[in-house]
């Protein structure tokens, strides 16, 4: 039910906008996530963004590189990624909380999505 995209090739230093649809009738009553996959990696944190999308929470890793942006009125979340770097490649995951402020545990979104990737190069 979340479709993430946006995903591709970029050289080191290059930015992307990844975007998360998820047709959900209560999209604004949920705290949305990304988080990324590196091959042969677990799954970490990325960003998360509460229900107004007023409160943020970002990876040490990529803050004030990646911003999170949510549009409740199109049930999207956003992630805009600057100067990139290749430790930020692997495939990326939107996903859903029903906690109501942002999270980092993986373990509290309940949903996600397929995933789309992302590879930096050097």
């Known amino acids: 039910q979340l479709q993430a995209s946006g995903g591709g090739l970029v050289q080191d230093g290059g930015s992307l906008r990844l975007s998360c649809v998820a047709p959900?009738?209560?999209?604004?009553?949920?705290?949305m996530g990304w988080f990324r996959q590196a091959p042969g990696k677990e799954r970490e944190f990325v960003a998360s963004?509460?229900?107004?999308?007023?409160?943020?929470f970002y990876a040490d890793s990529v803050k004030g590189r990646f911003t999170v942006i949510r549009d409740n009125a199109n049930t999207t979340v956003h992630l805009q990624m600057n100067s990139l770097k290749p430790e930020d490649s692997g495939v990326y995951y939107c996903?859903?909380?029903?906690?109501?402020?942002?999270?980092?545990?993986?373990?509290?979104?309940?949903?996600w999505g397929q995933g789309t990737e992302v590879t930096v190069s050097s």
């Open positions: 996903a859903r909380s029903r906690r109501t402020t942002v999270v980092s545990d993986a373990r509290l979104y309940d949903l």
């Open positions: 959900l009738r209560t999209f604004g009553s949920y705290t």
């Open positions: 963004v509460g229900r107004s999308g007023g409160n943020t």
